[in-house]
Each structure stands twice: as C-alpha cells, then as structure tokens.
C-alpha cells in the first residue's frame, strides 16, 4: 500500500492524480459491464457482450459456479482461466482503493465507555463504527482547535452524543438532520443517556465528561444538499459564535457526502470528517456530487454503475449461503421481467418495476396458489405469485407457464451469476475513483497549511463502506497531528 500525502493508493502509485488517470483508462473499456442491468438480462444480449473465450470458460461442465465466490473475494482463478479474464481480475484487485484497516482510533477506554453509556439503539455494527470515528472527530476538533463539531445527517444522534459527552475535553455538537422525527428520537436517546451519565454508576465509575452536558449538544432541523451547502455554513456559524468549527457525517448518504465537503470549501470550517455510503444516490455532471474534481472530469457513471459500487465482495465467502442466494434473487426478478416482456404484460422498453425485497410472509401466501410443484420450478412460482401482489399487478402466469420459462432460461442463472460477478469485482475500482474524486477537490481547497487524508476507518467485512476522508486548513497548535 501507498500514500500520497495521506491518500491511500494501491501499491505502484505515488501520486492521486496518476492513480486518477490510470483508473480512468482502466474502467472505459469495461464500463458496459457496470453500467449492465440485471433485470432485462434474459430479454437483453448482455450475455453475448463478453468475450466468447470468456463464455466458453464459464458455461464449460468444468466450471462450478461455486467458484465466484473465490474468485470475487480473492481474486483466484484456475488453471483454465482464459489469459484475457485473468487480467481483468487481476487488474481489478491491483486497483482498488486500500480497504485494509489502519489501526483502532479509539482506545480501549473509549471502546469501553461507549458499551457502559452510548449503547442505547445502536447495534454492535453500529457501536464499532460509532467508537473509531467520534475518536477521529475529537482528534481532529483537538488539533484545529475547533470548538463546535456540526454532525450532518445525525440521524439519532448515535455518533452526536459520544463526541459531545466522551470526554471532558470535547467539543460542542450541533446535530442536524433534515427529518424531525429523526431529531425527536435523538432527543429521546439524548435525555435517556444524560440520565445514566448523571447517575450514581457514572459518577461512581469516575466517569469525567464536560461541564453543562445539557448545552453540549443541540439538535437543529436542516435539509441539507448541494444547493444549500451555504445555508448549513450559517447555521454552524451561528452556533460556533467566535469559535472555529468543523463538518462531520458517518454514512452521509450519496449527495449528501459531496453537500458537506461543498460546505467545508465554501465556509471557514477548520476541518472536515467525512464516511460517505449510497454511492447510487450521488448525482452526475457540472455541480453536481460527481466529478468534484478536475482529474476525474470526463467520467459518467450512470446508476448502475453507482449501484456497483455499492457491492461488497470482501463478504461473498464469509457469507457465502447469502451470497448464493443473491445470485437466485437476481435469476428469479430477471425472469419474472423475461415472463411479464415475453407474456404481452410488460413493453420491452419500460420501466422496470421495482419489487424490492419480497418478504417470507409475502412468499408463504403465495405458496397456496402454487400447488404441489416441486423444486426450483415450485421456488419461482412463488416469487412470481408474491412479487407481483407486491406489484399490485392482477395478471398471474399460470404455474405450467412460470415452470416453461424457467427451463427455457435454465442457463441463464449461470449466466447471471457470473455477470453479476464481474460487474461486483468493478465495485472498488469505482469506488476508488468516487474516494480519490472528492480526496482531490478538498486538496485543491485546503491551503499551504491544511491537508487530506483519505483511508480505510472501519472493518471491510463489518463495515463494508470504510473509508474516511479527511481535510483541514490548519488549527491553532498546528496540523502535524493530523498528517498520515
């Protein structure tokens, strides 16, 4: 692994602006396959847009589809492996964004503290994610000197409350989210954690927070996106007074990540931390969430390929029971679209409907109309009978019709699946360029004293959207702290 004055880069880069370029050249050729829907894939020659070596290898009686998971985990092929194919995913593994893990940011006291006092609604994903970036947060408000931290998109307040009450040197929080019931169950949590710090455990436990917690922590309704990135500014200066502040967000969810380094830019925050997530929610194009920065300017994703970039395969293995029945969910919607197309039900270029995830309540009344029909015939007859009640749609196939197209389709779960694969292993290369998108444009903004890190915060497998970015322009004992 590599850095660029605290950008993490894969191994052979030493700059972000040529990793930037190099992802780009990388990516052109194969965006067709990210940029692939999977639900018209049995009504569309998506198939045959792959190389025919690449076809051949994957339909051979040799090939067991178990070897997905490997190989979109690790990167592991076998000897029969196309050359072609094998440097596709070799290329894809030696461009991804590091995703390995830099050491905990918050220390066993911290860790400790959080369990005893903050765990009100959060699961142990949650408490995880919540630990190491308050951590971040205070180290970065210690070292700016900033006095007020503006949590964006606080939702409950989970991370809000551990930053404003985890030390008795910690700064003050104006939490912001654009829902009020959001800000009225944070306040709920909020009473429910003041009164354990101020019981007699606390106090016996030798618990030292700051001073007046009741004003340390101050819930504001405030929609924020990229047109608004101003009014959030105002709202935190006037909070800050004639103090420095800085920005924070974990998970900020798609435009909304690019909104609050937008805001960092065009205020005078002394610094920023941001984990942004829901990559298939960033807008494209000028001022818009993607490209922020000049290196990537050119590039459009399109919301598949956002989507893509969504996908974790560093879990394929440890879940692979799950991971095998994603590659059915996806066979069995693309054929009740193939159905609904091929049956006069549905044009060939319309909307596709959105299902979602269809729910074993939803399944199991749908099994009465299915009969005794057995195996995977009997299994997508019951999705179909269940997703299109959720539909909302009269028309039902008949039993007989649901079991002829699946056996019409029967290689078209392979197919998917390996599809599926592929486009999943340009997930991180995606990724990385989004991360090193946004690591650029801050750099551009921060100033001779300032800087930027961009690096893996949480877990992979637990947190699969891990990677932090960080940007400052200085503070009052220095910056040095803060560099990689």
Request: neutral net charge; charged residues 25%.
């Amino acid at each position: 692994m590599a850095t660029d004055n605290g950008i993490e880069l894969p191994d052979g880069f030493s700059s972000a602006s040529d990793y930037a370029a190099e992802v780009k050249r990388v990516y052109s050729p194969y965006a067709f396959l990210a940029q692939m829907h999977i639900v018209d894939f049995l009504v569309r020659p998506h198939w045959e847009l792959l190389d025919v070596e690449w076809r051949d290898y994957f339909m051979s009686s040799e090939f067991d589809i178990s070897k997905l998971i490997p190989l979109a985990t690790h990167g592991q092929t076998d000897e029969a492996c196309p050359h072609s194919l094998r440097e596709f995913v070799s290329k894809m593994f030696s461009l991804q964004f590091p995703r390995q893990r830099i050491g905990d940011q918050g220390t066993s006291e911290e860790r400790e503290l959080v369990l005893k006092y903050f765990v009100d609604g959060m699961s142990e994903k949650k408490r995880e994610e919540v630990v190491d970036l308050a951590a971040l947060v205070g180290h970065v408000a210690r070292d700016t000197g900033s006095d007020l931290v503006v949590d964006v998109g606080a939702g409950q307040g989970y991370l809000s409350r551990v930053v404003a009450y985890g030390r008795a040197d910690a700064p003050r929080v104006l939490a912001v989210d654009f829902a009020e019931g959001q800000k009225r169950g944070a306040e709920v949590h909020q009473r429910r954690t003041l009164k354990r710090l101020k019981g007699k455990r606390a106090v016996a436990e030798g618990y030292q927070g700051p001073r007046y917690l009741e004003s340390r922590l101050v819930h504001r309704v405030l929609r924020v996106d990229l047109e608004s990135a101003g009014e959030l500014a105002t709202a935190a200066r006037e909070e800050a007074g004639s103090g420095r502040w800085m920005l924070c967000g974990l998970h900020a969810c798609g435009d909304l990540s690019s909104s609050v380094l937008k805001a960092f830019v065009e205020s005078d925050a002394a610094a920023v931390v941001v984990v942004p997530c829901c990559y298939n929610h960033i807008t494209e194009g000028p001022g818009a969430g993607f490209p922020m920065s000049l290196e990537l300017h050119g590039v459009q994703f399109g919301i598949n390929a956002l989507k893509t970039a969504c996908q974790a395969t560093v879990r394929w293995e440890s879940r692979e029971q799950d991971t095998m029945a994603g590659f059915q969910r996806n066979y069995f919607r693309a054929l009740l679209h193939y159905l609904m197309v091929t049956m006069g039900q549905l044009p060939m270029d319309a909307p596709f409907p959105a299902v979602g995830g269809v729910t074993g309540t939803e399944l199991k009344a749908a099994e009465e109309h299915v009969g005794t029909v057995g195996g995977d015939d009997r299994a997508f007859a019951v999705y179909a009978y269940a997703a299109l009640e959720r539909l909302g749609v009269k028309w039902r196939p008949t039993v007989a019709q649901c079991v002829e197209a699946r056996q019409k389709t029967s290689d078209g779960y392979r197919q998917m699946a390996v599809v599926w694969t592929l486009r999943s292993l340009m997930g991180p290369l995606i990724e990385g360029m989004l991360v090193v998108d946004r690591a650029l444009y801050l750099r551009k903004h921060c100033g001779p004293a300032g800087g930027v890190r961009a690096f893996a915060l949480f877990d992979a497998v637990t947190s699969p959207r891990n990677v932090v970015l960080v940007a400052w322009r200085g503070g009052r004992g220095g910056s040095s702290g803060l560099k990689a």
